[in-house]
């Protein structure tokens, strides 16, 4: 990546040219297969996660057509995928008064629980044609596409007002009876995708200068969605 401002972004904007390189052919292969995967668990909810990637590229002749390479075509492709699912559990508390003093313990407020379900899968697709008639002339087409899919289910259980109309049972014991219980749903999802098309090449000229061109096409999309409910809410006695 480099960190340069472009003409089309702001000045307080953060921009930059990224260069995607994808997977090329060995000079000295003209077959090519390399397989990649592995697995796991999550540390926090022990989930499952995983990823695969596959590369493979082949050179070739078309019978009939002659050129000084014997193998001028190339044709390459690759596929990515990556499962995780993180989650977290998360308990937070809240006190009514925030210090202890000798005698007056501090008194609980409210009591948060909450659990978050993530299941995140990125995979892309690189696909590549070649064209190399001479060690001098070298042309290509390519297209890519990725794509970061992520759905979060938030369940969320709050015990509020727990100081309310409490009655002191002794050894830290104690019964609230005007606490309030709500429960709350979240289930939300985003998909993140581009897809990049790119053409080129270069040739030589009397043998002492390289000509260089290409030219792109990238296009970037986000789909989200949320669905957000509030499913319990009443006065309990604890």
Known sequence: MIPTLTPDIAATGLGGVIDLLPPSM??????????????????????????????????????GLKFENAKPFTVLG?????????????????????????????????LQLRRYNN????????GEIDFDPNPQTHLYVLGMFSSM?????????????L?????????????????????????SSETDGMTVLKAGGNFMVANLVNVT???????????????LSRILAATIRI
């Open 119 to 126: 299941q995140r899968i990125s995979k892309g697709y690189t």
């Open 149 to 161: 899919n992520e759905t979060i289910q938030k369940d969320e259980l709050y015990l509020q007002n």
């Open 213 to 227: 061109f290409h030219s792109g096409y990238a296009e970037g999309s986000i789909v989200s969605t949320m669905i």
């Open 26 to 63: 060995p000079a000295d292969k003209d077959t090519m297969l390399d397989i990649n995967a592995g697995g796991g668990t999550t540390l926090l909810q022990h989930n499952a996660m995983g990823q695969v990637s596959v590369t493979a590229g082949k050179r070739f002749a078309i019978p």
């Open 163 to 187: 100081d309310a109309s409490s009655v002191d049972n002794g050894n830290n014991n104690f019964t609230a009876t005007g606490a309030n219980l709500n429960k709350y749903y979240e289930n």
């Open 78 to 110: 690759s596929f990515g995928y990556i499962n995780t699912s993180p989650g977290i559990f998360d308990m937070e508390e809240g006190y009514t008064n925030g210090t202890t003093t000798a005698g007056m313990p501090a008194q609980i407020n409210n």
